[in-house]
C-alpha cells in the first residue's frame, strides 16, 4: 500500500470506500429514527462535486505522539477503505490532519487553519483532551460538527456544546468504574493518582472519589505537566505516600518514564491506568513496567471472538500489511462513526450532517460499544472495557465493557 505523504505540520490524507447494504464497514447499518428536517441547500465547506473534505487536530510530534500517530493511522486507513468503495454520495473522502504536538495554544491555531483555510465540512476524530477543549469554543463559534473526539472531559458531552457528539466515556466516570474494579478485587489501604494537570486530571480524580466513597480509602493526588524531563520527584512522593495502588493519566512517553523513576527507587505498587497505556505504543517500549498494569479501555479486544473486530483486524491489515493496535482501533471507529453520518446525511451539509447524527441510534461498529445520540443527547456511549498487561499482551479481566450498572 502506497504511502501519504506528510509535513512537519500537516499530513493530508486522501481517503477512500462504500458497501451499500452493510454500510462502509462491511457490517450491518445502524437503526435509524424517522428523518428529521435538513436544510439541503444550507452551508456545505469543504464540498466538491467529487470530494468531502473532514479533518482534525492530533499530536504527530511531542509526548503524546505516538498516541495521535496511531489514531491517525487508523482513521486514514478506513477512509482509504471507503474511498476504494465508492466514497460517500459519489464523494471521496479527502482527510487532512494538522499537528498540534498536544499543546493548546497550538490545536488552536491548528483548527483555525482546518476551518478557515482548508474549510472542513466537519471535524472527525482527534485525540487529546487538553488540545479540544482549547478548540471547543471556536468550533462552538463557527458551528462545525465534531464527531467522536477522544477528548474525555466531563465538560463535553452536553449540551454545552451541541456541536460536539463524543464517543468515549468521560474520566470521571472511567476512573470511577476502574477505581470500583480495583476496590472490589483487590481492596486497597491506599490510593494515589498522577494526572495530567487540569481537566484531565482533576477528572480522574473526581472519578476516583465516587468510587471510593464513604469507605475511607484515602487518595493522594499529584497533578503533573506533560512533558516533565524529571519524573523523579514525584516517583519520591509516591513512594512516601506508601500508596499500594498507584494510577496513572500521562502521555504515554511520561506514564513509561514515571513507571521506570518509580523502579529505580525501589517503590513497586500495583499500578492502574487507561486506553493510552493499553496500546502497544506503550507496552513495548515500557515492557518490563508495564507488565501487570490493569487499564480501562476504550476499544474492545482486538483478540476476541466478535466478527466485526475480527473483520477490522483482517481489513486494517489488508490495508497497511500491520496488526493493529488499540489507537489504530480508537481512530479506526471514529472515522466509521463519522462516515456513517455522513452516509446517512440526506445532503453533503452541515444541517443535515446534524440532523444525521441526532438520528443515530445503536450504531455497531465492534470496535467500541453501541453508539446512540439524540437531538438533546451527546454522550454516545456509557461503558469501558477493562484489561490487564501480562507479558506484552492484553487480558481482559471483564467480557466485553463495563459501565456502572453492569456488564453491556
Same mark, same amino acid.
Given at each position: 500500500?502506497?504511502?501519504?505523504?506528510?509535513?512537519?505540520?500537516?499530513?493530508?490524507?486522501?481517503?477512500?470506500?462504500?458497501?451499500?447494504?452493510?454500510?462502509?464497514?462491511?457490517?450491518?447499518?445502524?437503526?435509524?429514527?424517522?428523518?428529521?428536517?435538513?436544510?439541503?441547500?444550507?452551508?456545505?465547506?469543504?464540498?466538491?462535486?467529487?470530494?468531502?473534505?473532514?479533518?482534525?487536530?492530533?499530536?504527530?510530534?511531542?509526548?503524546?505522539?505516538?498516541?495521535?500517530?496511531? +489514531?491517525?493511522?487508523? &482513521?486514514?486507513?478506513? %477512509?482509504?477503505?471507503? /474511498?476504494?468503495?465508492?466514497?460517500?454520495?459519489?464523494?471521496?473522502?479527502?482527510?487532512?490532519?494538522?499537528?498540534?504536538q498536544y499543546q493548546p495554544a497550538a490545536a488552536q491555531q491548528q483548527m483555525?487553519?482546518?476551518?478557515?483555510?482548508?474549510?472542513?465540512?466537519?471535524?472527525?476524530?482527534?485525540?487529546?483532551?487538553?488540545? %479540544?477543549?482549547?478548540?471547543?469554543?471556536?468550533?462552538?463559534?463557527?458551528?462545525?460538527?465534531?464527531?467522536?473526539?477522544? +477528548?474525555?472531559?466531563?465538560?463535553?458531552?452536553?449540551?454545552?456544546?451541541?456541536?460536539?457528539?463524543?464517543?468515549?466515556?468521560?474520566?470521571?466516570?472511567?476512573?470511577?468504574?476502574?477505581?470500583?474494579?480495583?476496590?472490589?478485587?483487590?481492596?486497597?489501604?491506599?490510593?494515589?493518582?498522577?494526572?495530567?494537570?487540569?481537566?484531565?486530571?482533576?477528572?480522574?480524580?473526581?472519578?476516583?472519589?465516587?468510587?471510593?466513597?464513604?469507605?475511607?480509602?484515602?487518595?493522594?493526588?499529584?497533578?503533573?505537566?506533560?512533558?516533565?524531563? /524529571?519524573?523523579?520527584?514525584?516517583?519520591?512522593?509516591?513512594?512516601?505516600?506508601?500508596?499500594?495502588?498507584? %494510577?496513572?493519566?500521562?502521555?504515554?512517553?511520561?506514564?513509561?518514564?514515571?513507571? &521506570?523513576?518509580?523502579?529505580?527507587?525501589?517503590?513497586?505498587?500495583?499500578?492502574?491506568?487507561?486506553?493510552?497505556?493499553?496500546?502497544?505504543?506503550?507496552?513495548?517500549?515500557?515492557?518490563?513496567?508495564?507488565?501487570?498494569?490493569?487499564?480501562?479501555?476504550?476499544?474492545?479486544?482486538?483478540?476476541?471472538?466478535?466478527?466485526?473486530?475480527?473483520?477490522?483486524?483482517?481489513?486494517?491489515?489488508?490495508?497497511?500489511?500491520?496488526?493493529?493496535?488499540?489507537?489504530?482501533?480508537?481512530?479506526?471507529? #471514529?472515522?466509521?462513526?463519522?462516515?456513517?453520518?455522513?452516509?446517512?446525511?440526506?445532503?453533503?451539509?452541515?444541517?443535515?450532517?446534524?440532523?444525521?447524527?441526532?438520528? !443515530?441510534?445503536?450504531?455497531?461498529?465492534?470496535?467500541?460499544?453501541?453508539?446512540?445520540?439524540?437531538?438533546?443527547?451527546?454522550?454516545?456511549?456509557?461503558?469501558?472495557?477493562? !484489561?490487564?498487561? #501480562? /507479558?506484552?499482551?492484553?487480558?481482559?479481566?471483564?467480557?466485553?465493557?463495563?459501565?456502572?450498572?453492569?456488564?453491556?
Amino acid at each position: 500500500m502506497k504511502r501519504c505523504r506528510s509535513w512537519h505540520l500537516v499530513t493530508v490524507v486522501v481517503g477512500v470506500c462504500f458497501l451499500a447494504a452493510y454500510g462502509f464497514s462491511g457490517y450491518p447499518a445502524a437503526s435509524w429514527g424517522a428523518a428529521g428536517p435538513c436544510d439541503q441547500s444550507g452551508p456545505a465547506p469543504g464540498v466538491t462535486a467529487t470530494t468531502v473534505t473532514v479533518g482534525a487536530t492530533l499530536a504527530l510530534t511531542g509526548t503524546a505522539a505516538t498516541s495521535g500517530q496511531g +489514531a491517525q493511522a487508523g &482513521e486514514k486507513a478506513y %477512509f482509504d477503505y471507503v /474511498n476504494a468503495h465508492g466514497g460517500v454520495h459519489g464523494h471521496q473522502i479527502r482527510f487532512i490532519v494538522l499537528d498540534d504536538q498536544y499543546q493548546p495554544a497550538a490545536a488552536q491555531q491548528q483548527m483555525r487553519l482546518l476551518v478557515q483555510e482548508y474549510h472542513v465540512l466537519a471535524v472527525v476524530g482527534g485525540y487529546g483532551t487538553p488540545t %479540544f477543549l482549547a478548540e471547543a469554543p471556536f468550533l462552538k463559534s463557527q458551528d462545525v460538527p465534531a464527531i467522536a473526539p477522544s +477528548a474525555e472531559s466531563d465538560q463535553l458531552g452536553n449540551m454545552s456544546y451541541p456541536n460536539v457528539y463524543t464517543t468515549f466515556v468521560n474520566y470521571i466516570t472511567q476512573y470511577q468504574i476502574e477505581t470500583n474494579y480495583v476496590i472490589e478485587h483487590y481492596h486497597p489501604k491506599s490510593l494515589a493518582l498522577v494526572g495530567v494537570a487540569g481537566n484531565v486530571g482533576d477528572d480522574a480524580y473526581k472519578g476516583m472519589q465516587l468510587a471510593v466513597g464513604s469507605s475511607g480509602v484515602p487518595i493522594k493526588y499529584i497533578p503533573e505537566t506533560p512533558g516533565n524531563p /524529571n519524573l523523579t520527584p514525584i516517583a519520591t512522593t509516591l513512594k512516601d505516600t506508601n500508596a499500594d495502588w498507584v %494510577f496513572i493519566i500521562l502521555t504515554a512517553a511520561d506514564s513509561g518514564q514515571l513507571l &521506570e523513576a518509580m523502579q529505580r527507587i525501589g517503590y513497586t505498587p500495583h499500578v492502574a491506568g487507561n486506553q493510552i497505556n493499553a496500546d502497544a505504543s506503550f507496552i513495548q517500549p515500557f515492557k518490563d513496567v508495564a507488565n501487570g498494569m490493569v487499564v480501562s479501555v476504550l476499544t474492545a479486544d482486538l483478540t476476541g471472538t466478535d466478527p466485526r473486530v475480527q473483520q477490522f483486524v483482517k481489513d486494517f491489515q489488508q490495508l497497511t500489511g500491520n496488526v493493529p493496535t488499540t489507537n489504530n482501533a480508537l481512530g479506526w471507529a #471514529q472515522a466509521e462513526i463519522g462516515v456513517e453520518a455522513l452516509r446517512t446525511a440526506p445532503a453533503l451539509t452541515r444541517s443535515c450532517l446534524y440532523d444525521a447524527l441526532n438520528h !443515530m441510534t445503536n450504531f455497531r461498529t465492534g470496535l467500541i460499544p453501541p453508539v446512540t445520540f439524540g437531538p438533546t443527547n451527546r454522550q454516545g456511549v456509557d461503558a469501558i472495557g477493562l !484489561m490487564q498487561v #501480562q /507479558n506484552t499482551k492484553l487480558v481482559p479481566l471483564v467480557p466485553g465493557f463495563l459501565s456502572l450498572h453492569g456488564s453491556e
